[in-house]
T-cell receptor
Framework: GQNIDQPTEMTATEGAIVQINCTYQTSGFNGLFWYQQHAGEAPTFLSYNVLDGLEEKGRFSSFLSRSKGYSYLLLKELQMKDSASYLCAVRDKGANNLFFGTGTRLTVIP | GAGVSQSPRYKVAKRGQDVALRCDPISGHVSLFWYQQALGQGPEFLTYFQNEAQLDKSGLPSDRFFAERPEGSVSTLKIQRTQQEDSAVYLC???????????????FGPGTRLTVL
């Protein structure tokens, strides 16, 4: 089975940097994904990692350590519009679907 | 289309009623997924189609839930004899081909919020 753990809530200040952690346990790892979800809206794809290391996309970066079952999403130069839930999801080998964590609700304050 | 669309966006049903939720995936997307998202939780997998074939329905919570995609494009999730515990947002996602390819990202629709009274 799969077990995905991430903090429930975080608060950060506009312009700052925030790191959202995700730990996972899975029987056969085949990729980790991060999605952003604003209240009442669709999850939107942010990033994926399949190999160890850091993937950077503008203000967003995602890191993966497969040996530790650990990932983080790094958001730089926070903006008010970044207030949303951030979902960590893993894909198992042999599966086509994603297994999601409960999501981290980020609140950006002025 | 420009994105995944779902209808209706909101549905209120009385306990015991049947409901049908529709998903229009991105044109040409082979894979289609249904997820259930309870309030404050992450999405949970329900079922998966590749074209018209339902390849995985292991996440469907009971035999009251049924999904189809007869022509390999539009899909319908049907819930019979709805119960209060069925209240959730039902999300549809599609991707270009077999999702085993890491580059084939799932794109989600806005969901249907189902409330069972």
């Amino acid at each position: 089975g799969q077990n995905i753990d991430q903090p429930t809530e975080m608060t950060a200040t506009e312009g700052a940097i925030v790191q959202i952690n995700c730990t996972y346990q899975t029987s056969g790892f085949n990729g980790l994904f991060w999605y952003q979800q604003h209240a009442g809206e669709a999850p939107t794809f942010l990033s994926y990692n399949v190999l160890d290391g850091l993937e950077e996309k503008g203000r967003f970066s995602s890191f993966l350590s497969r040996s530790k079952g650990y990932s983080y999403l790094l958001l730089k130069e926070l903006q008010m519009k970044d207030s949303a839930s951030y979902l960590c999801a893993v894909r198992d080998k042999g599966a086509n679907n994603l297994f999601f964590g409960t999501g981290t609700r980020l609140t950006v304050i002025p | 289309g420009a994105g995944v669309s779902q209808s209706p966006r909101y549905k209120v049903a009385k306990r015991g009623q049947d409901v049908a939720l529709r998903c229009d995936p991105i044109s040409g997307h082979v894979s289609l997924f249904w997820y259930q998202q309870a309030l404050g939780q992450g999405p949970e997998f329900l079922t998966y189609f590749q074209n018209e074939a339902q390849l995985d329905k292991s996440g469907l919570p009971s035999d009251r839930f049924f999904a189809e995609r007869p022509e390999g494009s539009v899909s319908t999730l049907k819930i019979q004899r709805t119960q209060q515990e069925d209240s959730a947002v039902y999300l549809c996602a599609s991707s270009t081909r077999s999702f085993r390819r890491i580059t084939d990202t799932q794109y989600f629709g806005p969901g249907t919020r189902l409330t069972v009274l």
